[in-house]
């Protein structure tokens, strides 16, 4: 078999597409949770702590002057850069909270769907005659 009968077999199974589904839709997901971030959390945050922008929080290492930009701040060299970071660690947290509640309500639809089955009631001629035999001397 030629390889590319042999990678097209492979790209066009299901299961890869529907990963390559499930990856962009996790992209325009991950932007839209930034936005969720960035535009209305953060602002609520920062606004707590002194109306400054909070992914903007930094400790200078290489002698940059205060209330420069953290872009400024790391064009003149290193800084660390807490505030980014913790607006990255939102994102994580809100992100995986959305993900664990929709598998919950997935699992919980998946046990509403599936009914449990129950054997049917086979039984054995022999222990139909020995019931019916039982039944008959009770009698």
């Not at 991950?30 to 936005?35: R, T």
Request: cysteine-free; hydrophobic content about 55%.
């Amino acid at each position: 078999m030629s390889i590319a009968k042999e990678f097209k077999e492979f790209a066009l199974k299901g299961n890869v597409m529907d990963l390559a589904v499930g990856v962009i839709i996790g992209g325009a997901f991950g932007k839209i949770v930034d936005s969720i971030v960035g535009d209305l959390i953060m602002p609520l945050v920062s606004r707590v702590f002194g109306g400054l922008d909070f992914s903007n929080y930094y400790l200078a290492l290489s002698g940059q002057t205060a209330g420069l930009s953290l872009v400024e701040a790391k064009k003149l060299g290193a800084v660390f850069a807490y505030g980014s970071f913790i607006t990255v660690a939102f994102n994580f947290v809100i992100l995986a909270f959305i993900i664990f509640m929709m598998v919950k309500q997935m699992n919980r639809m998946y046990r509403q769907e599936a009914p449990a089955v129950q054997a049917p009631d086979v039984t054995s001629e022999d222990v139909l005659l020995l019931r019916e035999i039982r039944d008959s001397l009770r009698k």
